[in-house]
């Protein structure tokens, strides 16, 4: 199983984002998949997830102003972030729900 993030960087306060997330090695669309952050000094949190059937659930603060989204197609998981806060500054990795393996990560840095 191979995950590669991508789409993260600098944004100020209030900015938007879409991170994604390519996936190989596996049976995408019969794959549980989420997304993770940690930032710095800080544990790593889940942030969204969304399972095989698109069903989705969030963390409670990114109720709202995160999206998760995937394109069985296209072997691809997304995240939309918006009204992003300076608390959202994390490095942000896309995993697999059975066998936990996560991608890199890509850094998402927001600024006043």
């Known amino acids: 199983v191979q995950l590669v993030e991508s789409g993260g960087g600098s944004v100020q306060a209030g900015g938007s984002l879409r991170l994604s997330c390519t996936a190989s090695?596996?049976?995408?669309?019969?794959?549980?998949m989420g997304w993770y952050r940690q930032a710095p000094g800080k544990e790593r949190e889940g942030v969204a997830h969304?399972?095989?059937?698109?069903?989705?659930h969030y963390a409670d603060s990114e109720k709202g102003r995160f999206t998760i989204s995937r394109d069985n197609a296209k072997n691809m998981l997304y995240l939309d972030l918006s009204s992003l806060q300076i608390e959202d500054t994390a490095m942000y990795y896309c995993?697999?729900?059975?066998?936990?393996?996560r991608g890199p990560g890509t850094l998402v840095t927001v600024s006043s």
């Open positions: 995993a697999e729900g059975h066998t936990g393996v």
């Open positions: 090695g596996l049976t995408f669309e019969d794959s549980d």
């Open positions: 969304i399972g095989a059937a698109g069903n989705s």
